[in-house]
């Protein structure tokens, strides 16, 4: 069964850094562009950050920009976020989704039932 699994979450400090892991089982991760999107209490799921199949694209959000940082090893058919500078406002569930761009150079923050695979997400809380 080809799925996507978050891990890293946790509790952290304002201003503190966490690194997200998204690792995939049963399908071969350097075919998909790759998104994190998160999900705040009470809001809607939104997409914060993407990167390409190639990654010849890297997409962050305005909130997130400068603090995210995106990455992949397809070598280990993982993805991870590593986040600096958290705010509290950061507090989300976080997942990973992976969909197959038609151009493997570009990614884009598609829509909940257009992506592929969603891993089950990983909670994030920044708080002192």
């Known amino acids: 069964q080809s799925q996507l699994a978050e891990s890293g979450g946790g509790l952290v400090q304002p201003g503190g850094s966490l690194r997200l892991s998204c690792e995939a089982s049963g399908l071969t991760l350097d075919a998909y562009a790759i998104g994190w999107f998160r999900q705040a209490p009470g809001k809607e799921r939104e997409g914060i950050s993407c990167?390409?199949?190639?990654?010849?694209?890297?997409y962050y959000v305005d909130s997130v920009k400068g603090r995210f940082t995106i990455s992949r090893d397809n070598a280990k058919n993982m993805a991870y976020l590593q986040m600096n500078s958290l705010k509290p406002e950061d507090t989300a569930v976080y997942y990973c989704?992976?969909?197959?761009?038609?151009?493997?150079?570009?990614?884009?923050?598609?829509?909940?039932?257009?992506?592929?695979?969603w891993g089950k997400g990983t909670l994030v809380t920044v708080s002192s």
């Open positions: 989704a992976a969909y197959n761009d038609p151009d493997p150079r570009l990614c884009a923050l598609r829509g909940y039932y257009t992506m592929d695979y």
């Open positions: 990167i390409s199949s190639t990654e010849d694209m890297i």
